[in-house]
């Protein structure tokens, strides 16, 4: 659910006031996204229109398309919503807005490449991998997730204990070959792995999510 607190003015304002320069590029179309981000930043005692805080705004980018060959690149009437005629040509302007192009194009109007930028994406494929891939940009990937999986990880730090401590008995159980050659019966495990098992059930549980931990290794 989004909310519309003052954190996000105060850290783009903070971005542009250390000598950054912030861009937005979004799959969304201009409507969906003047209304979003005008619900974002309309604030009382605020007058300041959210694209004022971006110096390059992008919608219908297509990404992961946008990574790659891209699409036209078109400047945006913001007075109907709609798409001026044209490939759009020149500098990309503060408080203007910006329909699709390539990460190639954009590179060469802003006249930022690879390191120089960071981009912050919240889809490990379609923002981070691409991104990182065919331009070599800085990423940050937001992962809204991580609260929760942190707080139970918290409050589930006994049964993980237990688990490594279950887990490191079967090892030595098997630690070396030669030790297991030498056996003449192999040592009765079924009763550990159940209890390795109902440890991990357990953990499990406590997750929102039925499936677990979305950042268990091997998801």
Known sequence: ML????????????????????FLVTNSDYSYTERLLTYM???????????????????????????QEGSMLREINEETGSL???????NL??????????????????GAHGKE???VGDHIFGDI???????????????????????????????????QNLEFILAEMFRTTEKMQMMTKLPEISALRKE????????EQNYPSKLGSLLRSGN
């Open 3 to 22: 909310s519309n607190n003052q954190n996000c003015q105060v850290f783009l304002d903070y971005l542009h006031h250390s000598g950054s320069k912030v």
């Open 41 to 67: 930043f309309d604030l009382p005692g605020q007058s300041k229109p959210w694209k004022s805080y971006f110096d390059y705004a992008i919608v219908d980018a297509r990404k992961p398309l946008f990574f």
């Open 84 to 90: 001026k005629i044209g490939i759009f040509t020149g």
């Open 93 to 110: 302007q503060k408080g203007k807005v910006y329909s699709g192009g390539s990460s190639n194009v954009f590179c060469s109007l802003t």
């Open 117 to 119: 930028i960071l981009y």
């Open 129 to 163: 991998i691409k991104s990182k891939k065919e331009q070599a940009w800085r990423t940050f990937l937001v992962i809204p997730e991580l609260t929760k999986e942190v707080a139970v990880w918290e409050s589930t730090s006994s049964l993980y204990t237990k688990l």
């Open 196 to 203: 390795i098992k109902e440890t991990a059930r357990a953990m």
